[in-house]
């Protein structure tokens, strides 16, 4: 069965850092491009970043271009993002998803999410 | 970027109504287009990729179309389970871009 697991969330101030970390299982990870979304409170969903199987490539949407940093440790089945100088706006749940290997590569599996507050 | 507009943002239907959602793209992405169902508190469920295939396991009822720059999703035959709220997504360009999301509540 295909698992994905984040952690790392909580509450953190503006200016400040935190790292995520989704756990994968079920399937081989080093296979699939991942991808990392959020929601706002109350909000729609907002694709974040994504990599390559092998991390050559990454993508990021502009508003977190410079301060998030999408990484992965295939050994390890394992997904991350790096958040530095958090702001308000970047408070949300953020899940991760795995992008389906064929057509036109949707999410197919998505984690529970994992809700980050940047709060002072 | 690829601008993603849905329509209605929001819908009132009753149980058994045919409902149409709109997804329209801000250039053409051809048949890469994908549908979520998020329910309150929980993570989307894929239901539709490259336009119109059905994800593995979801109803038939759901279906969808369109290739360019406009899309649809249709549900046949509303369930009360089906009232949630339909993202559209485009995965033509590496960077993904949601629709702003159609809530579908009972009327």
């Known amino acids: 069965e295909v698992q994905l697991v984040e952690s790392g969330g909580g509450l953190v101030q503006p200016g400040g850092s935190l790292r995520l970390s989704c756990a994968a299982s079920g399937f081989t990870f080093s296979n699939y491009w991942m991808s990392w979304v959020r929601q706002a409170p109350g909000k729609g969903l907002e694709w974040v970043a994504n990599?390559?199987?092998?991390?050559?490539?990454?993508y990021y949407v502009d508003s977190v271009k410079g301060r998030f940093t999408i990484s992965r440790d295939n050994a390890k089945n394992s997904l991350y993002l790096q958040m530095n100088s958090l702001r308000a706006e970047d408070t949300a749940v953020y899940y991760c998803?795995?992008?389906?290997?064929?057509?036109?590569?949707?999410?197919?599996?998505w984690g529970q999410g994992t809700l980050v507050t940047v709060s002072s | 970027d690829i601008q993603m507009t849905q329509s209605p943002s929001s819908l009132s239907a009753s149980v058994g109504d045919r409902v149409t959602i709109t997804c329209r793209a801000s250039q053409s992405i051809s048949t890469y287009l994908n549908w979520y169902q998020q329910k309150p508190g929980k993570a989307p469920n894929l239901l539709i990729y490259?336009?119109?295939l059905l994800q593995s396991g979801v109803p038939s009822r759901f279906s969808g179309s369109g290739s360019g720059t406009d899309f649809t999703l249709t549900i046949s035959s509303l369930q009360p389970e089906d009232f949630a709220t339909y993202y559209c997504?485009?995965?033509?360009?590496?960077?993904?871009?949601f629709g702003q999301g159609t809530k579908l509540e009972i009327k």
């Open positions: 490259s336009a119109s």
């Open positions: 990599i390559k199987q092998d991390g050559g490539e990454k």
């Open positions: 997504q485009q995965s033509y360009s590496n960077f993904r871009t």
């Open positions: 998803a795995r992008h389906y290997g064929l057509g036109s590569y949707p999410f197919d599996y």
